[in-house]
């Protein structure tokens, strides 16, 4: 795909980064669904919607990241300031409607457990900011 050959190196080295972060997060979180359920099994489910809704939840919050990363790409190609801001508005408000599909989803569909399908995509921004703070310069 055109796409992945012309992406710039650092894009593809932040989304796997960013991947890396985020499903650690989901991993964590399961951790403490087990947890959870171990001591409320009847408030805190732990079965495939906790599984499914977490790795769902953590790809989409990956994808977004990534097509941000795509989009400041082409961004910073434009030479025009004013189709460069259009571009990135647009962007952002397609990932935005992505991300809220995603919500509805997770709440509506009975095959995913509503928290643990939202709440990864929380982690990429709370692991870059963790990775802020410890590689302070």
Known sequence: MNLFKDLAPAIKKETKRVGI?????????WIVFVI???CMPEKVPFDYTVILGGFLGG????????????????VA?????????LRMKASY??????QMAWVVV????PCF??????LPLLFPSFGIKLMGLIHKE
């Open 106 to 109: 997770a709440i509506a569909a």
């Open 77 to 85: 190609s434009e030479a025009n300031e004013d189709n460069a801001r």
């Open 59 to 74: 790809l989409i919050a990956v994808l977004n990241f990534f097509l941000m990363g795509v989009t400041v790409q082409k």
């Open 93 to 98: 408000s397609r990932r935005t409607l992505l």
């Open 113 to 118: 457990q509503f928290a643990a399908g939202i």
């Open 36 to 38: 959870l359920h171990a």
């Open 21 to 29: 972060f985020t499903f650690s997060g989901v991993v964590v979180m």
